[in-house]
C-alpha cells in the first residue's frame, strides 16, 4: 500500500511528525510513505529512515506573484495521480495542506473540524479523525496516525529515527570550511527566530560565552537570513570565543550539530533539530509554552521564564516595555540559569 503525508511546513512541525512515522515503519512495515513538503525542509524528511520519496513543492514561491501558479499545481497533479496512492493524510489541517492533498487523486484523511488549525479545511477530507487539542503537537500527530493507518498506539516514548542519520553524518567528511569549524570543542548557539519576542539578548549570549571560554569551548552561531547574521557578528565582535557561522543549507547545520557539545536554543526549529538529533542542550521558552517538543530528559533542559505573562502565546509583546526592545519574559531567563543547566550536560558529553 502506498501513502502520501501531507505536511507542508513549518520545521518544527515536520520534525514533529517525526515520531509519528516511526511508529509507522514499525507497526505497518507494509506501507510505502512519500511525503509532500515544502522544499526548504525536505531535507529533514529525508533523514527519516520510513520515508521512501520526498516531493518538494512550494507554495511560498506564490505568495507575492501568482504568475506560474496554475502550472506548477497542474504538474504536481500529474505528478501524483501517476503514483496511483491508496489514501493521502492532510497531517496540517489547513486550506493549502487540504487543496494539495486533493490534487493526488485518492481519498484524502485528516483532522476532523475540532481538532484542525483550519476547522473549514476539513470539507475536503474524504475521512475524518478526532485529536484532541491541550497536548503536544507529537503526541496529535502520533494518534492521528495511528487511527488512520489503523494501528495500536504505542505507549513507548516518542522516537524520532535519525539514530542511522546521525551516525552518517558524523562518518561523512566535511567539506571546508565547516571541516576546520568543527576541530575545536564548541556549543552551538541557535540564537534566530522568526519572532523578535522570542529571543535572547545579546549581552546575554555574551555572558554565555565568558562562562564556556574557561572550559575551552567556543560559542558557534549559525544565521538564516542578513537580519541574523548581523545579530551573530555583533555577538561576535565582543566576545573572543564566538564564531558567526557562515549561511549553510540543513544538511550542513546537521552535520555540524552532530559533533557539537550542546546547544543553548530558543524555541525555534533548529533547537528541536538538535534534540532530534541527539545532542544535548537547553532551551529557552518566553512567550511560549515548553513541552511542546519531547526529547530524552537525561539529556535535555527545558527553561520556561517565571515573568507572570509567560507564557502569553502571542506572537508580539503587548507591554510597554517591548516598544524600547525589552522582552521581560526572554530577559528573565538570565545567563547564570543557562549556565547552571547546561553545566551538567557538558559534564555528561565529556
Known sequence: MKILLVRLSSMGDVLHTLPALTDLQQARPDLRLHWLVEPAFAPIALLHPGIARVIPFSLRNYRK??????????????????????????????????????????????????????????????????VSWGQPAISRNRQLFAQALDYPLPETPPDYGLQMAAARLRKDTLAQPWGELVQQPFVLGFHGTSRENKEWQEDYWRALAARLRPAGLRLLLPAGNAREAARAQRIAMQADNVLALPTATLLELAAVIVRADAYVGMDTG?????????????TLYGPTARGRFSVAEN???????REPCSPCGKSRCPLPEAKNGLILCQQALLPEQVWTALSPLLEQRR
Request: one cysteine or more; glycine letters at 12%.
Open 299 to 305: 539529556r535535555q533542559a527545558s527553561l520556561q521564564s
Open 270 to 282: 533548529l533547537s528541536y533539530l538538535a534534540g532530534a538529533l541527539g545532542l544535548a542542550g537547553v
Open 65 to 130: 506573484q501568482w504568475c506560474g501558479l496554475a502550472v506548477a499545481l497542474r504538474d504536481l497533479r500529474r505528478g501524483l495521480r501517476v503514483e496511483h496512492y491508496d489514501h493521502i493524510l492532510d497531517a496540517q489541517g489547513l486550506y493549502k495542506s487540504a487543496l494539495l492533498g486533493r490534487l493526488g487523486g485518492a481519498p484524502l484523511w485528516g483532522l476532523d473540524a475540532a481538532s484542525a488549525r483550519e476547522p473549514g479545511a476539513t470539507r475536503l477530507y474524504h475521512r475524518c479523525f478526532p
